[in-house]
């Protein structure tokens, strides 16, 4: 039996997905202590939060994809060498 062990590594998509965490539970933090006022930008703060965490999946899923699709190319070329 083979026993592969990968270890893990950050990349930016994960940079990103958690920054938009940690923005939105900072901020969150902030205005349920009351120590985060409410002039327009802030208000916003969310809304960035979200975006970031956002692009961060989205990049993450198009990787996973892109590996996904490789995975596929190759069984396709095992199938034909095992025909042949």
């Known amino acids: 039996m083979v ?3 990968k270890g893990y590594h ?3 998509t994960d940079v990103l997905i958690w ?3 940690f ?3 900072v ?3 902030g205005k349920a202590t009351g120590l985060i006022n409410s002039p327009v930008w802030v208000d916003m703060i ?3 939060g979200v975006v970031v965490t956002i692009a961060g999946i989205s990049l993450k899923i198009g990787a996973i994809l892109q590996k996904l699709n490789q995975v596929i190319f190759d069984v396709g070329d095992i199938r034909m060498e ?3």
């Open 3 to 5: 026993v592969i062990k």
């Open 10 to 12: 950050l990349d930016a």
């Open 19 to 21: 920054t938009g965490i």
């Open 23 to 25: 923005i939105i539970t």
């Open 27 to 29: 901020w969150a933090l």
């Open 46 to 48: 969310p809304v960035f």
């Open 82 to 84: 095992v025909k042949v």
